[in-house]
């Protein structure tokens, strides 16, 4: 036995279907709960395009597309049950915030700046959108360690990046989670860039996921744009968490096919030969040929699901655009619980101002 | 009534609140077996057990982030910083996330937690022990910032702290917590948020003042009242929210403000204070408000933190001459 760690041999991730949508293993995945997943990542990339063209006319803000991703959120939130389940995102997971109830709408409104954005419907449980990186894992574990101390049923799964998961709070939340085994599953998010930088200028682990051993909780690596291998390594993950076996640390291996923002110009940063290695690994792409496959989907059902997907985009940036704009009051809305003396003059006088 | 030193106001306290509500809940660095490195929660994981009173990981961010997630639970976590000068390490949490999480949540998510800190010198501790940096956090719009000078307050705030929806941070004079004796009723009460009280009543001028800094303001003021001069002295008890009106009318009665705290002088919350009392009282004021503070350096080694920390006669020295400046 040597005192040093050799170094580690490559290793794959978990892959269910292949990119050509045949299946290389078994799916617990029914057709029926496919089709469902496929419509929130078509939906997705509908409001992607439709806020990507929105945004270069000047009537959306910057906001971070999830293309390329799709497979990923919406497999993880896929083993999610809203009822009782908890989401703390980071801000590129879309899919799954709707999924658990979010109003597509509110998520336009705050990519527009509108307060009313931050609305999250009361029986929602989701915490708002992270801008912060990694700020919500801390959170994310001690709501989950909450619900077990009450005996109340529920895991919290938390949303972040391959970047994020260099600050602090990464760290010291999986290390929380391992010690009070709380039930909460980490969906670490690799898409291969923190802005511009790349994943090796990230890490000097193998995987992210190898990092779990060291806060004694379980791992796993799968293949991000794989819609059924996500499924089944977080429908895993969420039992073993909800049995009371503790935390999973789960790296889902994606792409983001896009920019890190509206903001953002990856041509500066990504090149031909980093894209040509992800050619043809469209998670969409993949699940419709699988679907097609098993015959549970052919055009008359696809440009039904497409019809959908579109009116209710339509519908969503409709009513975010017909939002009257806000007003100075909503500065003051919800900053506390119990507001005092000079809050309460503060804003009156605010008010006041911007009547003069 | 029962005399108590403040650190045995607040672990009684922290005792029947937990009898009394079950979703209260004790996390921190050594808080459990230890009871706390200043003993404030000694016997209470005894008592609770160690799944309501819990010994963490030593890391002050994921501490508060995560007391931030019982909150959201359900629960009504009091979370321990061992020492408010390792507050850096949690300050993320505490002004980015805690702070402002109901305003981001649109009203969904109030975020019900104490967080309670020791600050402030006097007591020779290592390096980087002793800030009283209370200004960062009362300057964190979401924040109640709480920081009671006696026994009967410590026991009155916490309560009020208990009480709220609103996260609050309650800082703890290191130097207080054994020497402040005071009288603490039994039966439970609460100190309102956002009251100031009038400590020692005189006409010549008031000293506005909180936590450890009461007391020195107190002995000073005897100092002074031996030599002719009537200082009354006015404990804030609470940063955010702020007595606003307890403060005007104080200064009104006497017409010279000085303002006591140990934290470095600029940007400091004497500086708040100065302002927001030029503003209400400006045409009884018979001389400018004065500062007494540390200087802009930082915190000192132990040898000479008492050159740093504002001393009694420093204070007696200063305020005589505020007094000589002519109206």
């Not at chain 1, 760690?5 to 995945?29: F, H, Q």
């Not at chain 1, 360690?145 to 709070?169: K, M």
Request: net charge negative; with cysteine.
């Amino acid at each position: 036995m040597t005192r040093f760690t050799p170094p580690s041999e490559p290793v794959e991730p978990l892959r269910i279907l292949d990119s050509s949508g045949a299946l290389l293993g078994e799916t617990a995945m029914s057709d029926a709960a496919v089709l469902e997943a496929f419509e929130w990542m078509l939906l997705t990339r509908t409001f992607d395009q439709k806020a990507t063209s929105l945004q270069r006319q000047g009537r959306f803000g910057t906001f971070s597309s999830v293309r390329g991703q799709e497979a990923s959120v919406v497999g993880a939130a896929s083993a999610l049950d809203p009822a009782r389940d908890w989401i703390a995102p980071q801000y590129r997971e879309l899919p799954a915030i709707l999924r658990h109830g979010m109003p597509l709408e509110n998520f336009a409104l705050y990519f527009m700046g509108h307060p009313r954005g931050c609305v999250i419907p009361d029986d929602v449980n989701i915490l708002p959108i992270q801008i912060s990186l990694a700020a919500q894992l801390p959170q994310a574990v001690g709501v989950a360690w909450g619900l077990r101390q009450q005996g109340r049923d529920g895991v919290v799964t938390t949303f972040v990046g391959d970047g994020a998961s260099s600050e602090g709070d990464f760290h010291e939340s999986l290390n929380l989670a391992g010690v009070t085994k709380a039930p909460v599953v980490f969906f670490l998010q690799n898409n291969g860039w923190a802005i511009s930088t790349p994943r090796a200028k990230q890490t000097a682990a193998r995987t992210f996921a190898d990092r779990a051993a060291g806060y004694g909780i379980h791992g796993a690596y799968v293949d991000g744009n794989d819609l059924l291998a996500v499924n089944a390594v977080m429908v895993e993950a969420v039992a073993r968490a909800r049995a009371g076996e503790g935390p999973t640390l789960v790296e889902s291996l994606t792409w983001r096919a896009g920019a890190h923002n509206t903001a953002d110009d990856p041509t500066k940063y990504v090149t031909d030969a980093d894209h040509a290695a992800w050619e043809g690994t469209d998670p969409l792409a993949r699940v419709e040929s699988y679907l097609r496959r098993t015959g549970a989907l052919a055009d008359a059902g696809y440009a039904e699901i497409q019809a959908r997907c579109v009116a209710e985009v339509d519908r969503a940036l409709g009513v975010a655009q017909a939002t009257p704009a806000p007003g100075a009051e909503a500065l003051f809305d919800h900053v506390y619980a119990e507001p005092f003396a000079r809050f309460e003059q503060q804003r009156a006088a605010w008010l006041q101002m911007q009547e003069a | 009534m029962p005399v108590k030193t403040m650190v045995e106001a607040i672990r009684e306290t922290l005792a029947d609140e937990m009898a009394r509500d079950e979703r209260v809940m004790v996390i921190g660095e050594d808080v459990g077996t230890l009871g706390g490195v200043f003993r404030a929660t000694e016997g209470l994981q005894a008592k609770f057990g160690e799944h309501r009173v819990v010994d963490m990981p030593l890391a002050e961010g994921v501490i508060v982030g995560a007391g931030l997630g019982l909150a959201l639970s359900g629960l009504r976590p009091v979370v321990e910083i061992q020492f408010l000068g390792f507050g850096h390490q949690a300050f993320h949490q505490i002004g980015q996330q805690v702070a402002r999480l109901r305003y981001r949540s649109a009203g969904r998510h109030s975020v019900p937690m104490v967080i309670r800190a020791p600050f402030g010198g006097g007591v020779r501790t290592p390096e980087l022990h002793s800030d009283a940096f209370e200004a960062f956090y009362a300057h964190c719009p979401g924040l109640k910032v709480v920081a009671p000078a006696s026994a009967h307050d410590a026991k009155g705030l916490l309560n009020a702290a208990l009480d709220t929806d609103d996260p609050v941070l309650y800082l703890e004079p290191l130097k207080g917590y054994r020497l402040q004796r005071d009288e603490v009723p039994e039966e439970r009460y609460v100190v309102p948020l956002g009251s100031s009280r009038v400590v020692r009543e005189g006409a010549d001028l008031t000293i506005v003042a909180w936590s450890a800094a009461v007391q020195l303001a107190l002995q000073a003021a005897e100092d002074l009242a031996a030599g002719g001069i009537d200082a009354q002295v006015l404990d804030l008890r609470s940063l955010v929210p702020l007595d606003v009106a307890g403060i005007a009318a104080a200064v009104s009665a006497t017409g010279r403000a000085v303002v006591l705290h140990e934290a470095p002088l600029t940007g400091g919350f004497g500086a708040e204070l100065a302002a927001t009392i030029q503003q209400e009282c400006f045409y009884d004021l018979l001389a400018p408000v004065h500062r007494i503070s540390a200087p802009d350096t930082p915190y000192p080694l132990a040898g000479i933190e008492e050159a740093y920390v504002p001393s009694r006669a420093r204070v007696v020295r200063e305020v005589r001459a505020l007094m000589e400046v002519a109206p």
